[in-house]
């Protein structure tokens, strides 16, 4: 059958940067890329994960699927722009940017204890860090890549918050049973920053780019199952709606909506994948 639309989805060819790309939902946006036909090119402070992921990449799609997989660091201007040079060398063209990367201290049950960190002590030295990777990375990133964007009249900004981004957490479903008050862990409060942040950075970037053929969105998953203790699970599990955690696979066809030209009269959005968590 001849479809009319749903060939809007493809992004053939196209130039796919994503940020924090070594990660768990690096691979999911890979993923996203490579079926839609474009090529992902994977950003990351560390290689190992991105190795890992493009490994992933080519058993699940073949040997030549295509895959860029780049270490370095999104906080630093200089070295954005080396990478930018050396894509436009390649490739001539950049077209989409997914702001992925993010510090993402993983304080729920089954995961390495970090410790003791209320919000009283929490260290400003990790906020700063936090800050540095989740804010100014993504505003350095679109700097960077959007300058490309601006001159082919063309791009797509995607950005990746959290229910964190819409809702504070809930910190009971943190707690350690039989610890003391000052031992707890929380979820910290650069988190949530960073994630309400992403969505303003979304929103002024739109309005700014809205008449130069750049969107800019922002997607915020939630809850991502992942290897976390059955105490913690059924504690989460009772604050969504949907009565359960997300399969990092939900996201995937979202993602490649958002970039492709499915979407072309979206932009300033926030799409909130969440099992309903933040609606009631
Ligand atoms: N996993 C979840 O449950 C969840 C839920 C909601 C939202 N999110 C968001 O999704 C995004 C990805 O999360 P994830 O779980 O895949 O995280 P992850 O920790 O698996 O991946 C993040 C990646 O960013 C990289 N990174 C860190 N600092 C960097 C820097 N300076 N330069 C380049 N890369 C850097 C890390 O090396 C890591 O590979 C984050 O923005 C996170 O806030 C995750």
């Given at each position: 059958m001849k479809t009319k639309y749903l060939q809007r989805m493809e992004i053939t060819d196209r130039v796919c940067i994503i940020t924090g790309g070594g990660g768990l939902i690096g691979l999911k946006h890979a993923e996203a890329v490579v079926e839609g036909g474009g090529i992902p090119v994977l950003l990351d402070i560390v290689g190992s994960g991105m190795e890992r992921n493009a490994c992933k990449l080519k058993e699940e799609y073949g040997d030549d699927v295509r895959c860029e997989c780049i270490i370095t660091d999104i906080t630093s201007r200089e070295k954005l722009c080396e990478v930018r040079d050396m894509l436009m060398e390649k490739y001539g063209h950049i077209d989409v940017l997914i702001n992925?990367?993010?510090?993402?201290?993983?304080?729920?049950?089954?995961?390495k204890n970090l410790g003791a960190m209320r919000f009283t002590n929490f260290p400003v030295d990790i906020w700063n860090q936090d800050i540095a990777v989740g804010l100014t990375g993504a505003m350095l990133c679109a700097q960077v890549f959007g300058e490309v964007m601006e001159k082919q009249k063309k791009g797509v900004v995607l950005n990746i918050s959290s229910d964190y981004g819409i809702i504070a957490p809930d910190q009971r479903i943190y707690r350690k049973e039989g610890l003391p008050e000052e031992e707890q862990t929380v979820k910290p409060v650069s988190y949530s920053v960073v994630k309400h942040g992403i969505i303003g950075l979304t929103k002024y970037l739109a309005i700014y780019w809205a008449d130069k053929g750049i969107r800019v969105n922002t997607l915020c998953p939630a809850s991502?199952?992942?290897?976390?203790?059955d105490e913690f699970v059924a504690k989460i599990s009772n604050l969504i709606p949907m009565g359960r955690m997300s399969d990092p696979d939900e996201y995937v066809c979202t993602i490649l909506y958002m970039i492709s030209d499915a979407a072309t009269y979206m932009t300033g959005s926030t799409v909130i994948c969440d099992g309903g968590r933040t609606s009631w």
């Open positions: 992925n990367a993010a510090n993402n201290p993983k304080v729920e049950g089954g995961s991502l199952s992942n290897g976390q203790d």
